[in-house]
């Protein structure tokens, strides 16, 4: 029944890993998003797919790729960790795109820690 | 800076009224949203107002919207101990506050 799932849902990892986290939707929305919240709770978009495409692409390091295989699915690949990159890091999907009136789901967040 | 500013902080004492406000850039927005995160999970949405209102009500829930001053505001009457959580408001564009957290005292 969960609309918006991510796994892990903790990931503690080393510097200089290369790790994944996983985020699908149920609910058959169009887009999907990746925001970072940090230790402030500060939330900040990262990306946005919709219909596997990407459409917003913020400032972040090349080491973050998203990965978008189907509508259901935004995956999300960081490589080379810095401690820096420690956050609480949310999924979330909508029917529409951003700037439109659409509801956003948001996933049960993946707590980072890089040691 | 932030685009959409709010208080970090704020305290009430149960059954009172709790009003979070929230400033806002962008005056094209069509949209302004209410997000509410409760500990160790993930945003819900509250609320939203669209733009060509000054007031919505919804139960416990009053939004208030000054587009004049791109100020708004979000009221929870009789404030009760699990309303508890951070308060985000955001833009359309995807633009969140830093989050208000409201602590609820007995």
């Known amino acids: 029944d969960t609309a918006v799932s991510q796994t892990p849902k903790y990931l503690v990892t080393q510097m200089g890993n290369d790790k994944s986290i996983k985020c699908e939707q149920n609910?058959?929305?169009?887009?999907m998003y990746w925001y970072k919240q940090d230790s402030k709770k500060f939330l900040k978009i990262m990306f946005s797919?919709?219909?596997?495409?990407?459409?917003i692409n913020e400032t972040v390091p090349n080491r973050f790729s998203p990965k978008s295989p189907d509508k259901a699915h935004l995956n999300l690949h960081i490589n080379s960790l810095e401690l820096g990159d420690s956050a609480v890091y949310f999924c979330?999907?909508?029917?529409?795109?951003?700037?439109?009136?659409?509801?956003?789901?948001f996933g049960p967040g993946t707590r980072l820690t890089v040691t | 800076g932030e685009d959409v500013e709010q208080s970090l902080f704020l305290s009430v004492r149960e059954g009172d009224s709790s009003v979070i406000n929230c400033t806002y850039t962008d005056s094209s927005s069509t949209y302004l949203y209410w997000y509410k995160q409760e500990p160790g999970a993930g945003l819900q949405l509250l609320t939203y107002?669209?733009?060509?209102?000054d007031m919505k009500q919804d139960q416990r829930l009053t939004v208030l919207l000054n587009k004049k001053d791109k100020h708004l505001s979000l009221r929870i009457a009789d404030t009760q101990t699990g309303d508890s959580a951070i308060y985000f408001c955001a833009e359309p564009d995807m633009r969140f506050g830093a989050g208000t957290r409201l602590t609820v005292k007995p």
């Open positions: 107002i669209f733009s060509n209102m």
């Open positions: 797919y919709n219909n596997k495409e990407l459409i």
């Open positions: 979330a999907s909508s029917q529409g795109v951003a700037s439109s009136s659409y509801e956003q789901y």
């Open positions: 609910l058959g929305h169009d887009t």
